[in-house]
């Protein structure tokens, strides 16, 4: 379906009782993508293989992290520091020791560990490689981070422009700014547009089609319908991630209904039986947005595999136990 193998990785920042009106900034693969409010969860996708991974603030950084990230797999980080003086154990000799040590050491300062599901995760200060081998290391390309988004936003800028940069801010909050792309925010100025959308629908992991009132109504300078013709951006879209198989999620506003199936060329026919996520305007638009994320989240997390549970057997005279069983039919042993 995609051409570029993807994996997610998230970030979460637990809230602590210092420097909570700051921000970490987080670095994958040596360049600042995002920034990282206390308590917040981040969530990023990039191609598989490796990456590095750390966060900062100021002077103050974390030990880098690599990943060997899988393609389809989301690794779960967190993220805060080493010894604050507030908190358990703190103000304690030990908390003060390692509070001061680690400010010493500004390297150092922040912690930032694997907290499920695992992933080859390299030591976070690795040995001193050869001279060659440093130098096969500094030579290597090394692949950039955030520059394919998961979430494609198609939309029509004459009827829903204003809402989607709603949408696009509140999606980028959740899954991180560079994981989003909307057009007006991602096609640089003298880039092709046509063949950057392709390129970026191909690599997406999810569409999402903002539906407003005018959306299948819409017409050009000649009064004819945009839906009709062939090079209509918003018609392109959807036929490329429906042809692709790209999973898509309908979003209507503004009290938008669903396109009726003869309401559409046949190229689109499929967009009608799709089960869409509504948004509704305020107060409840924030509710709406949430239910999209969980959404697209349902879609690009792979469904974890089901492990079959460990047989059970009498410890007294082997008898196998069914699921649940409290004493062996057998011997009458508890089990």
């Known amino acids: 379906m995609n051409d570029a193998p993807l994996a997610t990785v998230e970030l979460t920042r637990p809230r602590a009782a210092v420097k909570v009106l700051r921000s970490y900034s987080v670095l994958i ?31 103050y950084k974390s030990p ?7 393609a389809g797999e989301t690794v779960c980080l967190e993220c805060g520091e080493k010894a604050p003086l507030l908190g358990p154990g703190g103000l304690s000799l030990r908390g003060l020791g390692n509070a001061f040590g680690s400010m010493l050491s500004p390297n150092d ?6 907290i499920g599901p695992e992933a080859t995760e390299a030591p976070a200060v690795p040995a ?8 096969r290391i500094a030579s ?33 909050m959740h899954f991180g700014d560079h994981a989003v792309f909307r057009d007006v925010d991602s096609i640089p100025a003298g880039m092709d547009f046509v063949r950057k959308v392709e390129e970026t629908i191909r690599a997406a992991r999810v569409l999402v089609a903002i539906i407003g009132p005018q959306w299948a109504d819409a017409t050009d300078r ?4 945009r839906l009709d013709q062939a090079d209509d951006p918003v018609r392109f879209e959807l036929e490329t991630a429906l042809g692709l198989e790209l999973p898509l999620v309908p979003v209507l506003v503004r009290q938008a209904r669903m396109p009726a ?11 009608s039986s799709i089960n869409a996520v509504i948004i509704p305007p305020e107060p409840y638009f924030a509710e709406g947005v949430k239910r999209l994320a969980g959404a697209i989240e349902a879609l690009i997390t792979p469904a974890a595999a089901v492990v079959p549970a460990a047989p059970r057997f009498c410890v007294a005279c082997g008898h196998r136990l069914a699921p649940g069983q409290a004493f062996c039919t057998l011997c009458g042993q508890r089990a």
């Open 222 to 225: 000649q009064g004819r319908r």
């Open 64 to 70: 880098p992290l690599t990943l060997a990230l899988r």
């Open 261 to 271: 199936r003869e309401e559409l060329p046949a190229s689109l026919a499929a967009l």
């Open 140 to 172: 290597a390309p090394r692949v950039q981070a955030g520059i394919e988004p998961m979430i494609f936003l198609s939309y029509r800028r004459d009827d829903t422009e204003h809402i989607t940069g709603r949408i696009r801010d509140r999606l980028g």
């Open 29 to 59: 693969d040596g360049r600042k993508i995002d920034s990282l409010e206390a308590g917040a969860t981040r969530r990023y996708a990039l191609p598989a293989g490796s990456h590095e991974i750390g966060v900062s603030m100021d002077f």
């Open 128 to 135: 001193a490689p050869a001279p060659e081998a440093a130098s």
């Open 109 to 114: 300062y922040f912690y930032l560990r694997v």
